[in-house]
């Protein structure tokens, strides 16, 4: 009921009605007077007694504010808005003008109050909630005016309902609150209407009862200790105190804001004095019946507990503690403890409660907690027993309330439980692992363990004493957190666990090593392998109330950098610096850019804290952080912004603490560091992270950027200027933090380490040390580097690398290059980049190569062990040999070839005194090794191709079968040329295109490793001097053995003498340019300590004796004192070949006149019948050819000529052979010489030689050397490629090509050619027939005409008869090629 009607019918003898509130109130005369017989204001006065009163503008907009109504209000707010109050005319006289405004503008904004407190009675709470906003903005300008007019209300208006006075309860608080000061009579009358409304019920219930309260709390904001003393009064009249008292006294007790400073700590006082006064009820059985049903009664809510509840286990708490009896408190304890543990309030005001009566009663407490503790209950609780129905719900979780309890004792027992503290922390650590685990035991227990050691923490007495448990609660808390989700951040679980460890971690005995290791690494990775925050906040989105993702996580974040500071402040040292570090580098490496960012940010934080606080020991030598460097300095450069600028942060603070240690250890002071801005973005937007920022936060006052020049820096400078206060352990701590990063997963890591390890190596690569062990680290790490940019700035680093430590990278690559695998060869190109680099590497390995073992003696003969290293001076043999083929170090080795073949040369005669084993040679000529890869001279100036025969007359083209099969390929050798098809008459073939620079080895490719099987050392010299020679321009040196099979002699010890001079006679006799350096390099040789180096040194100086080009570096006189100095070497081989070198022609002009004399004698000899006779005395002619040279032997060439070569078809094979080689040798002696009888006898012996090519004799292999030597004679073009044709190749395309390269230079002699083929018709040998059916093949396809003028019917008929026979050879390809000349044949000599 709303009681309107009471209202209405209020009359006139209101004015006599008196009360103690209206005497107080002078005001309340002159209302009665201007509202009696209208006391609603709703009928106006007569007119003689209105007043229209002049309201002011600021008046009237606070009066008539307007909000949308319903028609109902529009029709009831009708009346104008302006009230006319009836006074006497007596009254109105008495005012003066001013006084009698300021009247008019009180009286009309208290009518205007009065409406809205009598319209609060209204049901439309749009309707109520404009009123009350309208009353609260008059109660902030005129508090006064609104007070007056509730309390004249009330008075006037006592059986309004409950529902309307509930209302201005509400009204009367706001006005109250908004009051700066309460006049103590409105003091005492609203308090006494607030007690008495208190405990009056209502259909409201505690509603009513709860707005009374408030009333009377707004007061205590001006006079609590007034209201206080009230309160005292009621609760100790001995009846158990009304709900709303411990309503009011449970808010005072929770709200600070009611009280002024320091009066807070008086209520407590007061509060305390009230419980000692309260002891005497806990003997009265019906108060405490009371008290404990209060305690136990069900909330309206079990997530939140009522003031009066909460203040109910306080004032119990504080009555226990105040009770002397300990029996008595013991009992009350034990009766709270066996109340119902269901709900999560309960349980914290019994622990509460537990706690207060503990900081009296400690000994008493701990015994109840402990007995509790031993009960069957909790005993049943902890092993989830008779867990059933609903009544065992109360002790699920009673062992949460005994941890809370726990806690509330250390925090209420403050300086008394530090040695209970052990005691506490077992029994808590006994239910953590006991108790049935959920999200209820483990609040309680990170509840409890927070109190306490937040108690321990505050008392100052902590640090003398040492707490034995610390160390099992810290497993606890290490179980706790990775028991957590990894997945979801919901709770502040992780927060206050690294909250609570980083208080332990400040009490003794101080943590070891390990256990703070693992603690670290516990709590970085259950932090920082969260999700992203907008995972996170998807795992919440189907929580009632869900938390806010990004302040929690920003709370744990900062938890976690407390952490850290805690850590560094208990031990300021850098050790304990790198051990916090080295548990973030595997953070600030992770493949996820959210784990790096926070890992990036917790250290750029931590340095931040050292930089601005100061905390490292200035006595500590600030080190080891070169890997810090380079793991910030990689993320500068990764693909997140914020990751980038947190990095460059992190790095101008780091700069900033090692200028502040030096400072401080100069010792200077330093001025306090600048405050930090957080990282911008270049277009000034604030770079967040990604993914742990939603929205860009405002920026912190303590985050602003310092002002400092290294915050101005782009993120390559800032490195550099880090580097530069960087020892040299820290910068190859750097380096190999880069070399690590090489090989990562992430492209960006790999690149950004390559730009670090270029930028260092730059910098301060001349002052490194150990780069032995950062080449073979890059050496591996360079296998799993895919981008082409990264493996370049990684080899140029090497590259710079070497200008410094070219010795120590050589003996470090020679290391891993055995076998050579592709990476390392990149390495050794790189280290010879730069061309004097690449010379002092040659050098390097060429005294590497002179570090060699003795030979073993008999009993180490045998095969060397498989697990033995290789020496280095074996690598250094191979790479010597690698290194030729490197177009970085082509001009060195070009400049060191003295050097290198002296060295290569005695390489070979050690490896043969060492008995290693020898490669199996697989030989293509029972004299000759094969040799298929011979490396060809890449820089050679190429010859032209041959064109088509300009001289020969021109034959009319003979249509060839259009159907011919045409010759198939024949299976050939990896190099060989393709032959090709038999073009029509004109054109000639061209010439073959040989591979350029064919390897022994070939060059290791990326991801091609080397095969498993290696060399021999004595192979891998020999071929380290074939290679010297064609890649140095040496390749007629090199043709020389070849064409010879002069490389066999190497293969002994015996015979290598002879394959020495042999090499040396080929550079005489090809004019060697580098005859003059050789001969410089070796004068030293000769008194070498190894014998092997005087013993080459002598027989290379023996042949160049022949050379004119000797006596411009080592003239005759001084050549002989040279020779007579050998004659006392201590080798008797040094000794017997300078005595050779002695009798040298140059020394005896004499010998030249008896030389020549002797060669008719010899000649004549060639007739004998003993075939070793007459192959010696061919022997001894080409020697003394040798020692006459070119001029003395003039006069005897064609002699020698002629008969040499009527023994080229003798049926004896070795003077067949010596015939050969004897022509070779007067065709190479007469080199130079224009002698046109001899030219005639090359030419003639031209097809000879080449169909012997095929003879079946071995030993005639001189054939392939003679024809080379007389194509060198008549200046045939393509020498290098007939070479190679000569060497190596086989098959038709071979023979094809040299009958084109015969044919092209001796056109004169075509038909001599022809003719002397179509006698070799007639061999008894089968492959110099068939050779001379090809050659004659060749020239009919080419010279139809020619060759049908020059044959006769008989040569026609053995030519049809030579091809029948050749189509039944054994070899397809002859085959095919007998079957095609046939038609063609037939084609020809049918013509006229």
């Known amino acids: 009921m709303d009681g309107q009607h009471s209202e209405k019918s209020q009359s006139d003898t209101t004015a006599d009605r008196t009360s103690s509130a209206m005497s107080q109130n002078p005001r309340a005369a002159q209302r009665q007077a201007g509202t009696r017989g209208n006391p609603e204001g709703d009928a106006p006065c007569p007119a003689s007694h209105r007043i229209s009163s002049p309201i002011s503008r600021s008046m009237k907009d606070l009066s008539c504010m307007k909000v949308p109504q319903d028609p109902a209000h529009r029709d009831k707010q009708a009346h104008p808005t302006t009230i006319l109050l009836c006074k006497s005319r007596s009254s109105q006289a008495a005012l003066m003008p001013k006084e009698h405004k300021m009247f008019m503008e009180e009286a009309y904004n208290a009518a205007i109050c009065f409406k809205m407190l009598r319209d609060l009675n209204g049901s439309d709470p749009l309707h109520l909630k404009y009123i009350i ?241 031993r009960s069957t209950p909790i005993k049943w609780s902890l092993h989830s027993f008779c867990l059933k129905n609903a009544e065992d719900l109360q002790w699920k979780w009673a062992s949460s309330t005994i941890l809370l309890s726990y806690g509330q004792m250390a925090v209420r027992a403050k300086a008394h439980i530090l040695p209970w503290v052990d005691n506490i922390l077992s029994r808590m650590v006994f239910y953590f692992h006991y108790s049935s685990w959920d999200e209820t035991l483990k609040q309680s227990f990170l509840s409890a363990v927070l109190m306490l050691v937040g108690a321990v923490s505050r008392n100052e007495g902590a640090h003398s004493y040492e707490f034995s448990q610390v160390s099992e609660l810290l497993d606890c808390l290490m179980v706790l957190m990775e028991k957590e989700p990894r997945d979801t951040l919901c709770t502040p679980t992780r927060q206050q666990t690294i909250h609570i460890i980083s208080n332990l971690c400040k009490l003794r005995p101080p943590l070891d090593l390990e256990k703070k290791s693992q603690l670290l690494s516990t709590c970085l990775h259950s932090v920082l392998a969260l999700p992203l925050l907008d995972v996170l906040e998807k795992h919440t989105c189907l929580f009632l109330e869900p938390p806010n993702i990004q302040t929690l996580y920003n709370k744990t974040s900062s938890a976690l950098d407390q952490l850290l500071q805690s850590f560094i402040m208990q031990s300021p040292t850098t050790d304990e610096l790198h051990l916090l ?265 060429l005294a590497w190569l002179q570090e060699r073992a003795l030979p073993p003696g008999p009993r180490d003969s045998g095969p060397q062990p498989k697990d033995k290293p290789c020496p280095r001076s074996l690598a250094a043999m191979n790479m010597l040999h690698e290194l030729q083929f490197a177009r970085e170090f082509k001009k060195a080795v070009q400049e060191a070839f003295p050097q290198l073949l002296l060295a290569l040369l005695a390489q070979l005669h050690y490896t043969l005194e060492l008995h290693l084993p020898q490669e199996p040679h697989l030989p293509q000529e029972p004299l000759l090794p094969q040799e298929p890869h011979l490396p060809r001279e890449p820089h050679l100036p190429q010859e032209p191709h041959l064109l088509q025969e300009p001289h020969l007359p021109q034959e009319p083209h003979l249509p060839q079968e259009p159907h011919l099969p045409q010759e198939p390929h024949l299976p050939r050798e990896p190099h060989l040329p393709q032959e090709p098809h038999l073009p029509q008459e004109p054109h000639l073939p061209q010439e073959p295109h040989l591979p350029q620079e064919p390897r022994s080895a070939p060059e290791p490719q990326p991801g091609h490793e080397a095969p498993e099987a290696m060399p021999s050392p004595h192979s891998t010299s020999l071929e380290a001097l074939k290679s010297l020679l064609s890649t140095t321009g040496h390749w007629q040196d090199f043709a020389h053995l070849e064409l010879q099979g002069g490389w066999k002699l190497f293969s002994t010890i015996d015979t290598y003498p002879q394959g020495v001079s042999l090499l040396a006679r080929a550079m005489v006799q090809n004019h060697c340019k580098q005859i003059k350096a050789v001969t410089s390099q070796l004068l030293p040789n000769l008194q070498s300590k190894e014998a092997r180096e005087r013993k080459v040194a002598i027989l290379i100086l023996t042949e160049f004796l022949y050379s004119p080009t000797l006596l411009e570096v080592l003239p005759r006189q001084a050549a002989l004192i040279v020779l007579a100095r050998s004659l006392r070497d201590p080798s008797p081989e040094v000794r017997v070949l300078s005595l050779q070198g002695l009798g040298n022609i140059l020394f005896h002009p004499e010998k030249e006149s008896l030389l020549r004399r ?85 030419h003639q012996s031209m097809v000879p030689l080449f169909l012997h090519l095929k003879d079946h004799c071995p030993g005639v292999v001189t054939a392939k050397f003679t024809l080379y030597r007389c194509a060198v004679l008549l200046r045939w073009r393509l020498r290098h490629t007939l070479f190679c044709t000569l060497a190596w190749e086989r098959g038709l395309s071979a023979r094809h090509f040299l009958w084109t390269c015969l044919m092209t230079h001796s056109q004169e002699e075509f038909g001599i050619h022809l003719a002397q083929a179509l006698s070799y018709l007639h061999s008894r040998h089968r492959h110099i027939k068939t050779w001379a059916a090809l050659f004659i093949g060749y020239t009919i396809c080419y010279h139809p005409q020619a060759v049908s003028q020059m044959v006769s019917s008989v040569d026609t008929n053995l030519l049809f008869s030579t091809f029948e026979d050749l189509k039944k050879d054994p070899e397809p390809s002859i085959r095919v090629f007998a079957t095609r000349q046939l038609y063609f044949l037939q084609k020809v000599a049918a013509r006229p």
């Not at 004998?1168 to 070119?1190: C, K, P």
């Not at 080229?1208 to 070795?1214: C, H, I, L, Q, S």
Request: aromatic letters at 6%; charged letters at 20%.
């Open 581 to 845: 570090l080295s548990h973030l580098y595997p953070w600030l490496a992770s493949e996820k850019a959210q784990e790096r960012q926070r890992a990036v940010d917790r250290s750029t934080a931590l340095l931040r804290f050292l930089s601005h606080s100061h905390s490292l020991d200035p006595k500590e030598d600030f080190r080891r952080i070169g890997q810090l460097v380079g793991m910030l300095g990689i993320l500068c450069q990764d693909p997140d912004r914020a990751i980038q600028q947190s990095s460059v942060e992190g790095l101008g603070h780091l700069y900033q603490l090692l200028i502040s240690q030096t400072a401080r250890a100069a010792p200077m002071v330093n001025a306090q560091a600048p405050k930090q801005l957080s990282p911008a973005s270049v277009d000034g937007a604030p770079v967040w992270s990604s993914g742990d920022q939603k929205t860009a936060p405002p920026t912190p006052p303590e985050m602003t950027f310092p002002k400092d020049h290294i915050f101005q820096l782009d993120s390559s400078q800032v490195i550099k200027e880090v580097m530069k206060h960087l020892t040299k352990a820290e910068l190859t701590d750097l380096i190999w933090t880069a070399i690590e990063g090489l090989g990562s997963a992430s492209p960006f890591r790999v690149q950004a380490a390559a730009d670090m390890l270029l930028t260092t190596i730059r910098e301060h690569g001349a002052k490194l040390e150990t780069v032995a062990n950062l080449g073979r680290a890059i050496h591996l790490q360079l296998c799993s580097v895919c981008i082409p940019q990264a493996k370049e700035k990684a080899l140029h680093a090497i590259t710079l690398l070497a200008q410094n430590h070219t010795p120590e990278l050589v003996a470090t690559f020679l290391d891993f290059s055995v076998p050579l695998d592709s990476h390392a060869f990149c390495l050794w190109r790189a280290l010879g980049a730069e061309q004097p680099v690449s010379r002092q590497v040659l050098a390097v390995l």
């Open 133 to 373: 906003k309208k009353i609260k903005g008059m109660a902030y300008r005129a508090p006064n005016l609104v007070l007056e007019t509730i309390h004249d209300y009330l008075v006037d208006n006592p059986e309004i309902s409950s529902r309307h006075k509930f209302r201005l309860f509400h009204v009367l608080e706001a006005v109250i609150e908004a009051s700066n000061s309460l006049e103590e009579a409105w003091q005492k009358s609203f308090m006494q209407l607030a007690l008495e409304n208190m405990t009056k019920s209502t259909e409201l219930e505690e509603v009513y009862q709860d707005a009374a309260s408030d009333v009377l709390l707004a007061i205590c904001r001006h006079s609590w200790r007034v209201v206080a003393q009230h309160l005292e009064t009621e609760v100790l009249t001995g009846v158990f105190p009304h709900r709303s008292l411990l309503y009011v006294m449970g808010i005072l007790t929770s709200n600070e804001a009611i009280f002024n400073e320091g009066e807070k700590a008086c209520w407590e006082e007061q509060l305390a004095q009230l419980a000692v006064k309260s002891v005497q009820f806990l003997n009265t059985d019906m108060w405490s019946k009371e008290l404990l049903s209060a305690l136990t009664k069900p909330d309206r809510t079990h997530q939140e507990q009522p003031p009066e509840k909460a203040f109910l286990f306080i004032y119990y708490g504080l009555i226990l503690q105040a009770e002397d009896n300990s029996t008595t408190v013991r009992t009350h304890l034990r009766k709270l403890l066996d109340t119902s543990h269901q709900w999560p309030k309960q349980r914290e005001g019994i622990a509460l409660t537990i706690g207060l009566a503990a900081a009296r009663h400690l000994d008493h407490v701990w015994a109840v907690l402990e007995q509790f503790g």
């Open 1158 to 1242: 002797q060669l008719p004698p010899f000649l004549d000899g060639f007739f004998q019948n003993n075939e070793q006779v007459v192959v010696q005395v061919m022997g001894t002619v080409s020697d003394v050819l040798h020692r006459l040279g070119a001029h003395s032997a003039a006069a005897q060439s064609l002699g020698v000529a002629i008969n040499a070569r009527s023994f080229f078809d003798d049926e004896r094979d070795g003077i067949r052979a010596a015939a050969m080689a004897l022509f070779g040798d007067l065709v190479a002696t007469m080199a130079g010489k224009e002698i046109s009888s001899l030219r005639t006898q090359v």
